[in-house]
Structures are given as C-alpha cells and as structure tokens.
C-alpha cells in the first residue's frame, strides 16, 4: 500500500514542486494499492472550487486508472503547528479551530470534494478517514471502527456497499464494556469505562479526550479490534 500525499498548496507552503505520482504505473504493475492522500487542504491555500477541480481533471487525466481511493483531510492544529508556521515561516495560519490534533475540513469544502469526485472519479472511493484507506485495501473491518466510533466521517464517505457489509461484520459490534475496560488497563490507562454501545460510543471517567491523541487512537484501534 503507497499514500501520495498532494493537495497542490502553493510554493511558499510547499516549496518542493516535484511530481509526487511519477512511476505510480510501475508501482500498480507491482501490486502495490495507491491511496491519493488530498491534504492538508484549506480554503486559504488550495480548497477553492476551480482549485479542487483543476488538481482532480489532472490526476484524472493522468493516473485516474491506478488511484484506489481519495483521502481528502484538512490541516490539523497544534502549537507547534502555528509557531513554525506564523513564527519562523512568516505564514498566515488557516482560519481552523484551535483543537488539539483535530483536522479541521470545512463542510462546504468537503460537499464540494465530494461533488466533484463522483463527477470525475465515479468508481472511485472517497474517505474521510486515513484508517478507511487502509480498511479498504484490505477488505477488512474497519481497523479503528469508524463506522461506528467516526459516523458522521463515515456516512459522508463515499464508500463501496461491500466494503460498509464488510465493516457491519466488525468485531466492534460485540465487544462489552467490560472488554473495553480490560482494553483500557492492559494499556495503563487511567480511566474507568462509564458505558459502552455502538451507538453512544465509549463514555469514560475522565473522558478519554482528555489524553493525549496518541493514546485515543491506540485505544480505539484495540477496540475496533476486539482486543
């Protein structure tokens, strides 16, 4: 599996201008699934209308045939992010909400990704999640539940009937409150599980936001992996 990460921002965001799909024939030829990884985009730097459409009429133009699937993904915001930005690049920060490690992808932005992906990749993926990417070239469950622990990024994708059957069977569906507690201590976590349920989610005491991101994302990919 191969991610090509391009959303055509401009030079001074990324000054390396090189074509990031060159020898994407050879690599499908080697069986290897590519994942066109559209981000970071923003409506300040690429995510215009006539931008989005003139990155996806080239890739179709060029590489349509070996794209498996459309990650599009917003710019996350941290600290660190908007000092190296503003402070030692001298680059204005995106108008994004302030939530640590949350990518931010406007709605209007995402309709319109989505317009004009099913205008000019109809067979195509479009996933809002990075795991769905992986999900996908797998055929597996989803590896971090997103149809269950990220709905609404689910039910917007635009994802195969078969792939969504294949993640109805996901382990997650079984899993009890008490597996997500022994998921929770393994990892030495210090939290207590309050309640379980694909609907509601996971309700913890302290909240499990409250950790760093690293630790959320190990923890739901335990579960999502009925562990």
Not at 17 to 32: D, P, S, T, W
């Amino acid at each position: 599996m191969l991610s090509l990460c391009w959303a055509d921002n401009p030079p001074h965001i990324e000054p390396i201008r090189n074509n990031r799909f060159l020898n994407i024939e050879e690599i499908k030829e080697a069986g290897v699934a590519i994942a066109w990884y559209m981000r970071p985009i923003t409506p300040e730097w690429s995510g215009t209308r006539e931008r989005v459409e003139m990155m996806m009429l080239w890739v179709k133009q060029h590489y349509a045939p070996y794209i498996s699937c459309i990650v599009p993904g917003g710019l996350r915001w941290t600290e660190g992010i908007e000092r190296g930005l503003v402070e030692v690049h001298r680059v204005s920060m995106p108008d994004i909400p302030k939530m640590e490690n949350e990518k931010d992808l406007p709605y209007e932005l995402a309709q319109t990704i989505l317009e004009l992906a099913g205008e000019h990749f109809p067979d195509t993926p479009v996933y809002f999640k990075s795991s769905c990417a992986i999900t996908h070239m797998l055929k597996i469950p989803s590896i971090s539940s997103v149809q269950v622990l990220s709905r609404p990024e689910c039910e917007a994708s635009l994802c195969p009937f078969a792939q969504r059957q294949i993640c109805g069977q996901g382990s997650i569906y079984s899993i009890t409150s008490a597996d997500a507690q022994r998921v929770i201590d393994r990892l030495g976590i210090p939290t207590a599980v309050k309640s379980w349920d694909p609907i509601n989610g996971l309700i913890t005491d302290p909240p499990l936001k409250s950790f760093t991101y690293a630790l959320q994302q190990i923890v739901l990919n335990q579960l999502g992996r009925g562990r």
